[in-house]
């Protein structure tokens, strides 16, 4: 399996942190919304990483990570 290059690497490292972090929201019919958003920009990312976009996967993992930070923020809690 070759190895993934730099940006690829740090992408999916961001996937990772990603479902750690989703883990820590407790979902509600409240948020809902907002996690199933931030899930698809998620599975976005997974998608450019395959074509070689990384630029654009970085931005939707970026994307996501801000959706889950926002409600975190929102509700007072780090």
Do not use: W
Request: charged share 30%; net charge positive; hydrophobic share 35%.
């Amino acid at each position: 399996m070759a190895r993934p290059n730099k940006q690829a690497a740090r992408c999916i490292s961001d996937i990772e942190q990603f479902y750690k972090n989703v883990k820590e929201v407790e979902r509600t019919p409240a948020n809902a919304h907002v996690l199933d958003l931030a899930s698809r920009y998620c599975e976005d990312t997974k998608y450019f990483l395959e074509k070689k976009d990384y630029v654009t996967a970085f931005g939707s993992i970026n994307y996501a990570h801000g959706l889950i930070d926002a409600y975190r923020k929102a509700k007072g809690k780090k």
